[in-house]
């Protein structure tokens, strides 16, 4: 399976953004899919994640009530909507699928980035003060 992370931009403090994670085949309805991001030297770290059927979402405690995850399966397509951005936001956001049923329920399985099996190439955000 094959990711594509797009929707990244230079914006300015308070602004929203949308990010969309499509894949290339119909699998990745089936599988678990994660935000990451990385910012300037520090390690990646994981934002949100949503189970297969879309019922089960995720937000890292630090962006919780700012970003939301949500996936389309007829688009095959997980977004990432980001509201109240912090110049703290600037990082590459990475999308990544796992085909596990079960890693998800634990907290520690799913923001270990070694647990995903497919990334998307990652899409800058820079948010200026």
């Known amino acids: 399976v094959q990711l594509q992370a797009f929707g990244g931009g230079l914006v300015q403090a308070g602004d929203s953004l949308r990010l969309s994670c499509e894949a290339s085949e119909r699998t990745f309805s089936e599988y678990f899919v994660a935000w990451f991001r990385q910012a300037p030297g520090k390690e990646r770290e994981f934002v949100s994640g949503?189970?297969?059927?879309?019922?089960?979402?995720f937000v890292a405690d630090s962006v919780k009530g700012r970003f939301t995850i949500s996936r389309n399966h007829i688009k095959n397509t997980v977004y990432l909507q980001i509201h109240s951005l912090q110049p703290d936001d600037t990082a590459v956001y990475y999308c990544?699928?796992?085909?596990?049923?079960?890693?998800?329920?634990?907290?520690?399985?799913?923001?270990?980035?070694?647990?995903?099996?497919?990334w998307g190439q990652g899409t800058l955000v820079t948010v200026s003060s």
């Open positions: 949503i189970s297969w059927s879309g019922g089960t979402t």
């Open positions: 990544a699928a796992s085909s596990s049923r079960s890693d998800y329920l634990s907290s520690f399985n799913r923001r270990s980035r070694h647990r995903y099996q497919y």
